[in-house]
């Protein structure tokens, strides 16, 4: 009887198809990034817990898996975001590069939050890094480069939203009694309900005064009493409205949005953060911002702004039958004409084919684009996709003047 292995839950295994689609996403974005300057890196699968919860919050800890290190004890982590880990990248090796870095990445997080809803335990992410500049400029290059990308995936129609960290967590701070409660409501964007908070009996005079200065007017999309703000997020508030006039000007085709409403789930967050949207799918595809005070919890401090790219949901758009190299299928039924089989195999791979040996023992039988039937006496007969005769040559030289 054979026994079945079941996988943990909220991980799964990836097909041909799905790598397929997986590579050529992630190539598309790394190539793109290169292409604006940024150089990649590969950050640790694992790491000692107290490298990665440095600057997150202990709720965001609970979600990452650990495990003992059998060769010391030590208690370690499985990493369940790279920013942290760029963060740490910075600190250690910023005398040994130039600033500003620019720094790109493909890996795969788990999250140990699956039973959330809409969330998934294991994800596949591709981000950039711009770490040293705090100029508008280095705001406009990550959102602009983000926007690029998705431009190269075919996804022209885009919705970028804009907004600020530190306003929601400004009114969070001065909502103690109920924070917890009104940051979930605000995660579900459930408005209408945060609204009924203004009577709860754990709310002091002053905390309900709050309220109708800061949280009303800014559910009920009306201007804030900005004098009294907190001096940065004052200044974030200005430079997002800035980043989005700029921005708009440069991208006239673009949607771009303010929304001061949204809530990021990770705590590191210091300025402005934004998304973009594409209509074909239904789920944020891209989100990044600034965290500016993140790489000096680790040492040296840098300000930095980056953005991540959650790979699955791109992968509902694509067709793998349309990605990838033209392949050729080289067969043959003799033995003794195994060297011919690699002369033609070598010949297709050095102009850019891919080129799949088959005999008798080993058919092919996925698609292909050109088949080469080799007879016993060396005669070739090429063939379509669809098994149709195309033509013949005597001999592997014949082949070898032909243009492919």
């Known amino acids: ?109 788990v999250r140990n939050n699956f039973k959330e809803a809409g969330t998934k335990r294991e994800v596949f992410q591709v981000g950039c890094e711009l770490i040293g500049s705090n100029s ?67 709310l002091s005079k002053k905390e309900k005064v709050f309220i109708g200065k800061y949280l009303r007017p ?31 000007k440069s991208n006239p085709d673009l949607d771009i949005r303010i929304d001061f409403l949204d809530v990021k789930n990770f705590d590191y967050y210091s300025g402005m953060t934004f998304d973009i949207a594409v209509p074909e799918i239904s789920e944020i595809v891209l989100s990044g911002g600034r965290y500016d005070e993140l790489i000096g919890k680790y040492g040296k401090s840098f300000p930095a702004v980056g953005l991540g790219i959650n790979i699955l949901p791109l992968m509902k758009t694509i067709n793998p039958d349309e990605l990838g190299t033209p392949i050729v299928v080289i067969e043959s039924s003799q033995i003794n004409r195994f060297a011919t089989s690699i002369e033609i195999k070598d010949f297709f791979t050095s102009q850019g084919f891919v080129a799949v040996l088959s005999n008798k023992g080993n058919l092919y039988n996925d698609k292909f684009d050109l088949k080469i039937k080799i007879s016993s006496n060396g005669k070739l007969t090429l063939l379509d996709s669809k098994n149709k005769k195309i033509t013949t040559f005597k001999n592997f030289s014949d082949l070898q003047k032909e243009e492919f």
């Open 136 to 202: 508008i400029e280095s705001d406009l290059e990550m959102i602009s480069l983000g926007s690029s990308i998705l431009k190269k995936l075919g996804f022209f129609k885009q919705v970028i939203t804009l907004n600020s960290s530190l306003l929601l967590n400004f009114i969070f701070d001065n909502l103690s009694p109920i924070k917890d409660d009104i940051k979930l409501l605000f995660h579900k964007k459930d408005y209408q309900s945060i609204k009924k908070f203004s009577s709860d009996k754990r």
């Open 1 to 109: 009887m054979i026994k079945n292995y079941s996988l943990p839950v909220g991980i799964k295994e990836y097909t041909t198809k799905d790598v397929k689609k997986i590579d050529f996403i992630s190539s598309v974005i790394l190539e793109e990034s290169e292409l604006w300057g940024y150089k990649k890196i590969i950050t640790p699968i694992f790491e000692t817990i107290n490298s990665l919860q440095v600057g997150l919050k202990e709720d965001t800890i609970n979600k990452t898996i650990k495990f003992i290190d059998p060769l010391n004890g030590d208690v370690l982590a499985l990493r369940s975001d790279i920013t942290p880990q760029i963060a740490r990248y910075v600190s250690n090796n910023y005398k040994n590069e130039r600033l500003p870095f620019r720094l790109t990445y493909n890996e795969r997080v």
């Open 218 to 248: 800014l559910l009920d999309n009306k201007s804030i009493l900005s004098k009294k703000l907190p001096v940065k997020v004052k200044e974030s508030i200005t430079r997002i409205n800035l980043v989005s006039d700029l921005f708009s």
